[in-house]
């Protein structure tokens, strides 16, 4: 699997792409608004908070992200969307299953918002669409 980091591009900045050998993908746009908190981490728990693997997040190294990712495949028949709503706050998660031999990880992408701003997502294989979505 390889991570694509984002790029700027004008007012719009862009998405994060995680593309496996197989060509899915999982694109996350990444434009920041104020009042957010949003991003992605990579876990070997399913439920959310959770803890990133080996410093796997939306802050680390682009180099480090990909050294980690190696070997890792996504799971196309796996898709999970969370919501934990608190007042005036609410956060959503979207999960992907990762696998490579006999482990398993969880990509989350996650938005903790006041209501107002979101964030688009796509699952791919090629250009046929599995999920899509905003958080």
């Not at 990579?42 to 990712?69: F, M, Q």
């Not at 007042?87 to 490579?100: I, Q």
């Amino acid at each position: 699997m390889k991570y694509f980091p984002p790029t700027k591009s004008g007012f719009h900045s862009t998405k994060v792409n995680f593309v496996d050998e197989n060509n899915l993908m999982v694109g996350f746009d990444f434009a920041s608004n104020c009042c957010e908190e949003f991003g992605w981490l990579i876990s070997e728990d399913l439920a959310p908070p959770a803890e990133s693997v080996a410093g796997l997040e939306s802050s680390s190294p682009t180099s480090h992200i990909n050294k980690e990712l190696v070997g890792w495949e996504f799971d196309p028949k796996f898709y999970l969307a969370l919501t934990c709503d608190k007042k005036y706050e609410e956060s959503h998660y979207a999960v992907f299953r990762m696998f490579n031999k006999n482990q398993n990880r969880y990509l989350h992408l996650y938005n903790k918002h006041n209501g107002y701003y979101s964030h688009g997502f796509e699952f791919t294989d090629g250009e046929k669409i599995i999920q899509q979505g905003s958080l």
